[in-house]
């Protein structure tokens, strides 16, 4: 077969860097190198012939397991290839592993994985964010050039930004969630990794588009192109909120970008978007609400894992208490504790507030500017379990990512740098967001800042 090449060696790679433990199954790819045989055969011209990828096992490909990195579904196989998994293997593409994550895709390190955490390839012991941290980690160590994630509040950029590569949070609905695992399905988003512009343009012109089995995919199409903009004009604002708890690695690498967006004649203004210091209270609150909902399927009848004795409760329960991760069952129970009548007005509905002032001033910031700025993650990678056992502390990672999701905007990691903290090297990344619809512009200024 043409074609077998490359998805052979990205699986001799994945074999040969098992111990980062970012990838969870591979994929045989016979299959799709036979179909990919007929159809570049019949003269078919496509973008992604051949290229290997590597996709978040929260997202489906048919005849699979999908584990989302969970007891409950260790044993699961799609009945069902998403449909942005569809679009890519239309495109030529050739899907050769499933990559860990935090399980259901709660977490920010890649350290609630049911199989092991993922190991940050830049910094022995660290993690590489999460919670597609198999993905993040499995592209900075070129195991594949083109990974895809889910970013719910920072997913994707968050790991990139501590993996050190490219990552893109799409606008709400840009790309189809049909068979991604649902977490909290008002935030959720399919998002890709990529090593560089140009093929960053390429993934979003291929996942994104409408999709009839989603009924909030949008209907508006978007021309990806990796054509370097013209900053001069450019108005950036820079996010007084951003600074909050950053290192200095980060904070020097946001003022190298602001001289460097300056130079090339950008506007560059400081702002101050004061709602945000209640984003990681009100995305907590409505992610377990939605989270408790959804995941109230995997009960051990309808769907997954079944063990325990006695009646159908018993049976649920006891389920539900093995195959169910910590962090994952404190989610659902506070989930459910949100959504409980006497409590909701005072949780939920509050949250849901929020969240509308939160995504009012995103639409009055972008009235004055065509981009923000700020850090993605406020520090670089840090050390496995030195945030595990604190829940303030690993949300303190999602600060910057999470308002974004709460607004359906896109926003983007762009890896700008280096912090050098105990004799590690690791990557900094800053965060680019622009008004809902906008994504273009996102990959045109990565192409420019490349
Ligand atoms: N860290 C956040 C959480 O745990 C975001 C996760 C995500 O984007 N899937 O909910």
Not at 101 to 125: I, Y
Not at 290 to 313: P, Q
Request: glycine share 10%; with cysteine.
């Amino acid at each position: 077969l043409p074609m077998t090449q490359p998805a052979n060696e990205a699986l001799a790679r994945i074999r040969a860097a098992s111990s980062l433990n970012a990838v969870l199954s591979e994929v045989d790819p016979s299959e799709q190198l036979q179909a990919l045989e007929g159809r570049l055969g019949s003269g078919e011209a496509l973008p992604l012939a051949g290229v290997p990828v590597i996709i978040k096992d929260n997202l489906n490909l048919r005849g699979t397991v999908t584990s989302c990195a969970s007891g409950m579904l260790a044993e699961y196989r799609s009945p069902y290839t998403a449909t942005a998994v569809q679009r890519l293997m239309d495109a030529g593409a050739v899907i050769v592993a499933k990559a860990n994550l935090d399980e259901f895709a709660m977490g920010s390190s890649t350290e609630n994985s049911a199989f092991g955490p993922t190991l940050n390839p830049w910094g022995e012991g660290r993690v590489p964010g999460g919670s597609s941290g198999g993905s993040a980690a499995a592209i900075a160590a070129r195991l594949a050039p083109l990974t895809v994630g889910s970013d719910t509040g920072g997913s994707v950029r968050q790991p990139a930004a501590l993996c050190g590569v490219y990552g893109l949070k799409p606008t709400y609905g840009r790309i189809s969630r049909s068979g991604l695992v649902a977490y909290a399905s008002s935030l959720d988003t399919v998002a890709p990794f990529a090593l560089s512009a140009a093929d960053l343009a390429l993934m979003m012109g291929v996942m994104s588009g409408q999709d009839p089995l989603d009924a909030t995919s949008l209907q508006t199409s978007a021309d990806f192109s990796a054509e370097p903009l013209d900053l001069a004009g450019l108005r950036v604002g820079l996010v007084t909120q951003g600074k909050r708890g950053a290192t200095l690695g980060v904070l020097s690498a946001l003022e190298a970008m602001q001289t460097t967006l300056e130079t090339a004649g950008a506007e560059v203004e400081e702002t101050s978007l004061p709602h945000l210091d209640n984003a990681v209270a009100t995305y907590y609150v409505i992610a377990m609400a939605e989270a408790s909902s959804n995941l109230s399927r995997f009960d051990g009848m309808h769907y997954a894992r079944r063990t325990g004795e006695g009646g159908a409760t018993e049976t649920m329960i006891q389920s539900r208490e093995t195959f169910l991760g910590a962090e994952v069952q404190k989610r659902i129970m506070l989930g459910t504790f949100i959504l409980s009548s006497g409590y909701s007005e005072r949780y939920y509905t509050k949250a849901l507030q929020v969240r509308r002032l939160i995504a009012d001033e995103f639409t009055q910031a972008f009235e004055r500017f065509d981009v923000l700025l700020m850090p993605t993650s406020p520090f670089p990678a840090f050390r496995l379990g030195e945030r595990s056992g604190d829940p303030l502390a690993m949300y303190a990672a999602d600060v910057n990512t999470v308002a974004v999701n709460l607004a359906g905007i896109p926003a983007l990691n762009v890896p700008a740098g280096f912090e050098e903290l105990d004799g590690q090297r690791l990557p900094v990344g800053l965060q680019f967001a622009a008004r809902a619809g906008d994504d273009t512009r996102l990959v045109a200024l990565a192409a420019t800042l490349e």
